[in-house]
């Protein structure tokens, strides 16, 4: 059996010569010395292979300081050649901005990289807390990783889109990490419900937002009650616009409530439905009484969605059968779906909150719903003209073969039969 | 002047001019032999009467057909949609276009099965073989024409094995595409190979076929004479007309019934306009009388040694198109007897293959 120390020295080493030519041109005595370690202290060198920095050609030295040039260690790691040792937790964002905060440095490598990450940082929950000497909030290395940090487009990045969520979630729902800020641990839970993680883990959708979409990323901090919609509406424009002008805007700001997720939720963004405006589940009813106004316009509302979904359904019904029956009916289908579309915009109309406003879409696509109906019709009419005519056609040919037979039986019949 | 007079003048008049009375006795005189294959010599007739149908239809079609990419589809939209029974005409138009090729297989099987392209019908046989080509020249040409998803990217597919022929390949397929890819320019010239080079080539090798067949009389098989030989009897003969044509016209009619029944009840659908710009759709494959090489040489690895798969499975299929054309010439031997288990069981298997791999290429 190999020795343990033998295997970690071998991969140490071979992970050293499948360094890029140029770093090996470059001596780094600290990945030299430290790969061939144990630990804690060998950890570094074998995550540093992957590390961006590496590749961009910065060493150990650039971060610790010290002489990476020196074979001795005395002499690397001298104090008075610049060693700093371990970075202290509360000086890793400064140590990091060193370099991220210098556009000339920083723009030499990805020109359009931003420079303001300390600065973010600064204005965060983290930042803040992390100013006050609280050592136990995020920085820079918990969620970028230390030593093996990849670009954020790196699959493998904490960081990147698809495991944003997860690496939040290392501290955030962590019991004991949050028992002393007073702050929930089922936020990810919450969010793995919602429809963003849906479409995030389940679609592969980097576009879906995850944590850093609404809290920000360098800068986190919880979005306050007055500025929810505002969050939402970086990706929901429209429903924001209404929402503003909505009676519920200011009666919300009023108590205190923070629009979208009062009716949505904030991290367990279900999958809306118009269930939501009336009945048992309905949202509109932990506010309105039934008899109420609001209620009645809930009411209302859901049911002229209702009465746009059916006559829509009964006209995708009667098309889906004319198709199926060969009918050529792809004008009515298309037309069909701008019906389909005229739902789409009264359900976002509802954001209005106004009664007047979900009845113009409605009133739109149930005009479109009843002229595709009656394509249908026309087309389940020509489906059984065509049916009729062939019936008549197969009668007529039927009888021109008996016509035809009798024909033959009477030649034959007269002696011109078959003859040897 | 009597009615008897006038028509005995008409008569004389056509008479004069055209001969008709030589064309009657021929047609008096004609007979086919009657024996227990005779219903097999009707599927010949039935490819015509479909061959007939589809020069009717597609004239019809013509009339509103436009072939540039942007105006195609919609035309053969608007004649199933607006024009009065443009449906009907444009169903009966694909549908026979299939229903012939079935016939046209059936037809060559059953010359094959019954030996009638023993010598001296050699040149019988082989201008039916190129009718046959001509036939899958036209439903090639003629799938593209409605520029729907599923016939531009199978045209694709199809003119992409036409480039992989070595040497001439690349040229082969520009020829056909009449540029790099398919596009504009490959619908008007499909267009214009399947409204004029195919019919004018397929009317004049259908005389030559036609001609070829009356000149050499109806085949017998050789175990239908071999059998009245031995009783020393003649064969049984019906007069071709009106006896042969009136039983002929009847399986017309039925035709003429499983086609109006096939167009009304399942109307050939015209599927999504083509958009190049699109990625294939999955499950993209040819009709289904293509379906057995193309299933083929989806099963060849893409290199079989250091020969590309596609060039070895296209090989494979022009030798055995060749050697099938060429029956005649290694179906008897050099002493001139009938090597007839070759032949039935070279069919069997060409047939076994084509079903079988046709119905793999369907359902996989």
Known sequence: MIPQTVFRNSLASILFLLLPIEVLEAKDSCVECHGAMEGNLQAPALGFPTDVHQHRGFGCADCHGGDRNQDDPELAMSRARGFLGKIKRTAVPQLCARCHSDADLIHKFKPQQRVDQLAQYRTSVHGKKLAAGDEAVANCVDCHSVHNIREVRDPLSPVHPLNLPETCARCHANQTHMAKYKIETNQFQDYRKSVHWEALAKRGDLSAPSCASCHGNHGATPPQVGSVAAVCGTCHTLFEELYNKSPHKPVFASMGMGGCVVCHSNHAVLAPSDDMLSGNTAVCAQCHEPSSAGGKAAAEMAQSIGNLKAELNRSEVILTRARRSGMEVSEALLELREGQEALVKARVAVHAFQISSVSKPVSEGIAISRETYRAGESAMKERGFRRVGLAISLLAIVATLAGIGLAIRSIEGKGQETHE | ?364
């Not at chain 2, 055209?18 to 021929?26: E, H, K, P, T, V």
């Not at chain 2, 094959?112 to 019908?121: I, S, T």
């Not at chain 2, 619908?187 to 001609?211: C, I, M, Q």
Request: proline share 5%.
């Open chain 2, 1 to 364: 002047m009597s009615n008897s007079g006038i028509k005995r003048r008409v008569g004389g008049w056509f008479e004069e001019r055209l001969g008709l009375d030589s064309i009657r006795q021929f047609a008096a005189h004609k007979t086919v032999p009657v024996h227990s294959a005779t219903y097999w010599y009707y599927f010949g007739g039935i490819t015509l009467f479909l061959f007939v149908i589809q020069v009717l239809t597609g004239v019809l079609l013509l009339l509103y057909y436009r072939p540039t990419p942007a105006e195609a589809y919609e035309s053969v939209q608007f004649i199933v949609t607006r024009v009065q029974f443009g449906w009907l005409v444009r169903s009966i138009h694909s549908w026979s276009a299939n229903l012939m090729i079935l016939t046209a297989f059936i037809h060559m099987f059953s010359v094959v099965f019954l030996r009638a392209f023993r010598r001296p019908r050699e040149l019988t046989w082989l201008s039916g073989v190129a009718l046959l080509g001509l036939a899958l020249g036209f439903g090639f040409s003629g799938y593209l024409l409605p520029w729907n998803t599923v016939s531009y990217f199978a045209t694709k597919v199809g003119t992409d094995m036409a480039a992989s022929v070595p040497l001439v390949g690349s040229h082969l397929a520009r020829f056909l595409r009449g540029g790099e890819d398919v596009g504009g320019a490959t619908l008007t010239r499909f267009f214009g190979f399947h409204v004029a080079v195919l019919p004018g080539l397929t009317s004049l090798l259908l005389l030559v076929h036609l001609g070829l067949v009356q000149k050499f009389g109806i085949s017998l098989p050789p175990w239908v004479e071999t059998l009245y030989r031995g009783r020393e009897k003649n064969i049984p003969q019906m007069p071709f007309f009106p006896n042969f044509f009136l039983r002929e016209l009847m399986a017309w009619y039925v035709a003429l019934g499983v086609l109006g029944s096939l167009a009304a009840i399942f109307p050939w659908e015209l599927g999504e306009k083509a958009d190049p710009f699109a990625s294939a759709p999955a499950g993209i494959r040819p009709e289904w009388y293509f379906l057995a090489p193309f299933y083929t040489l989806k099963l060849i690895p893409s290199h079989v040694g250091f020969v590309e798969g596609e060039l070895l499975g296209l090989f494979g299929f022009a030798l055995l198109a060749i050697g099938w054309t060429a029956l005649p010439f290694w179906a008897t031997n050099q002493q001139g007897a009938d090597r007839a288990r070759l032949v039935t069981g070279t069919a069997i298997a060409l047939l076994a293959y084509l079903v079988t791999f046709s119905l793999l290429g369907y359902w996989r």
